[in-house]
């Protein structure tokens, strides 16, 4: 069982014989928040990488070409995410808090559904991006109990929902543009709630 305590921005976790307190669990997730910024570098990674993929379907390009553009956009998104996370000054691969590895196996559980995207990309090449756009959505999910985000859980619900309509109907440009969107939107509300995160630990 996990007891956690403040010291100044530290989190320090000690054993007890008593079940986990909600309230120490609640505080471990809003200094996670707090410390990755409710996973803000990655947000912004993923619209940078979805408007490379939206430039390459506005192009005469290939179906196949396009498709592998995106897989190799999804292979960019950590080493970019990264990058983001020293310009925001978050440290996405900090273990100081707990919840960094539930995050991590959160991260990984869309690889599961990887060989669909990757069928998807020689049987039916047209409807590639909208199945990888599901997935991506639907992997958010489970950050919307990590950072106690509202933000997370309506977008893992909207996404694989506006993906599959926009995909059917209008095709892969129109879902690329979606998820740019979205992006963008998220990002806005994430920093909205960061803000409201530190509020509670400076208080």
Not at 77 to 96: C, K
Request: glycine residues 4%; contains cysteine; proline residues 5%.
């Amino acid at each position: 069982m996990v007891r956690t305590e403040f010291q100044g921005s530290k989190v320090y976790t000690v054993m007890s014989e008593n079940k986990p307190n909600r309230k120490d669990v609640n505080r471990l997730k809003i200094d996670y928040a707090v410390r990755q910024k409710k996973g803000l570098p990655f947000i912004l990674a993923s619209t940078v990488l979805w408007t490379v993929m939206l430039a390459a379907h506005l192009t005469s390009l290939d179906t196949s070409v396009k498709n592998i553009v995106a897989m190799c956009c999804s292979a960019l998104l950590v080493p970019v995410a990264l990058l983001f996370g020293r310009i925001v000054r978050v440290d996405i691969f900090s273990r100081e808090n707990p919840l960094s590895s539930l995050s991590v196996v959160a991260a990984l559980n869309q690889l599961l559904y990887l060989p669909i995207v990757l069928w998807a990309m020689y049987e039916a090449p047209a409807k590639m991006i909208m199945i990888y756009a599901m997935v991506v959505g639907a992997h958010f999910l489970p950050y919307y109990w990590i950072y106690f985000s509202p933000t997370y859980f309506y977008a893992s619900i909207l996404i694989p929902a506006v993906s599959l309509i926009l995909g059917i109907r209008f095709g892969p440009t129109a879902v690329c543009l979606s998820f740019v969107g979205f992006d963008v939107l998220i990002c806005l509300l994430l920093s909205l709630e960061y803000r409201q995160c530190r509020r509670l630990t400076e208080g």
